[in-house]
């Protein structure tokens, strides 16, 4: 949903968005697997991909996400700041520090 907003309504460019995964992978063909699938939802090319950060897997925790998660990013000031404003205006409230 976030993607959506931010590409149809926003206008962001596919090419300015860069991912950043978290997972836990036993190897490398694992860890392959949970990039493949965060582009491939997500409709962005393998040059989108940041570094993926691989947690080591603990024994005492069982209810993990298979595929990790995901951090969607965009490095653009006036966008945070548009986005921030507009949050502002449909909550009714005013925090001057988040515009920059």
Sequence with gaps: MFMSFLCEELGVRREAIK????????????????????????????????????????????????NGVCMVRVYDTALVS????????YGGFENPEWLF
Aim: glycine share 4%; net charge neutral.
């Design 19 to 66: 991912l950043k995964i978290v997972c836990h992978a036993q190897n490398d063909d694992e860890c392959r697997r949970i990039e493949e699938y965060w582009l491939n939802l997500l409709h962005l090319p393998p040059a989108n991909l940041g570094k993926t950060f691989v947690k080591p897997t603990s024994t005492k925790v069982h209810n993990h996400l298979p």
């Design 82 to 89: 548009h986005i921030f404003g507009a949050i502002q205006e």
